[in-house]
């Protein structure tokens, strides 16, 4: 627990005191920003909940708890909402598999991940499960996009919102994970920390932290465009261009008074002289349509981005 994140702890002690004073609703709804930490939030207070003890957190030592951490306890389910559209067929088996008793503790829990992704029909199984709650059932669903939730699911659940952290405390959280200095040195691409955390998994930090230095590079002609594309290929390409978009959004947002990170102070220079604002405001509309177009059709990503390149 030391490294859990200071902005989501009111959350999770507001949900703990309703656990132990017995007055938690039987669904809810965690809501925040991507990247803020609500499937984090949310997984704690679901072990919360499996725990068998009568206190609000968690206590750790109880069968339940034991499995929780296995990862093997047969009375919690997830739905996970990240992997593609959740389908009715998924939520009618897990129903059917909730709607038995306990086989360990007091309590069943379904989790319900990036909520957002449950088809029409999906959300109207899940709310017919809501509005019949069996006895010691929850429902922990989390989205980036509760608007776009069934306004009845919404109506059901105990609404929990997740604060933006503030720069000060996703500095101080990174400082306690491994890379966490690499990783805040990326606060030009997105300030989000388990969007930072995701970078770190998948093993992109030197992809993002190189890109400015080598960009600019390339602009001054000392290194050529083949060694700032070196090792793109078509999974990665989301990444290039994410990157690129972000030095351009800071850069047009710099031109605007905003401040600029100083990783981007010197490619900003160049960009102003080779470009200007016009021609900014211009690749970035470009490297827009070439992202959305790369998802549409199978174009040649390196082909693609080195065209659109050889116009900075
Ligand atoms: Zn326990």
New binding site residues.
Partial sequence: MSSFPQWLAPCLQQVQALKANRGLSHALLIKGADGVGQESLASEIV?DL????DQGA?????????L?KADSHPDFRVLDGEAGTIKVDQVRLLTRQISQKPQV?QNKVVFIPHAQAMNLNAANAVLKALEEPADGTYFVLTSSQSTSLLPTIRSRCLLINVPMPTMVEVAQWLDQQADGQALSSLFWLTTQPYRLLAIQQQQKVALYAELPGKLNAMLHGSISLNELLKGLDSKNIDDYCHGLEAILHQSICHSTGAKLDEALLPIYGTLMTRLGIQNLLLRYQSLQKLKSDLQKTNLNPIMQLTHELNQW
Wanted: proline share 0%; charged share 20%.
């Fill in positions: 072990c499996m725990c068998e003890s968690a206590c750790g030592e109880c069968h339940s708890c034991k929780m503790g």
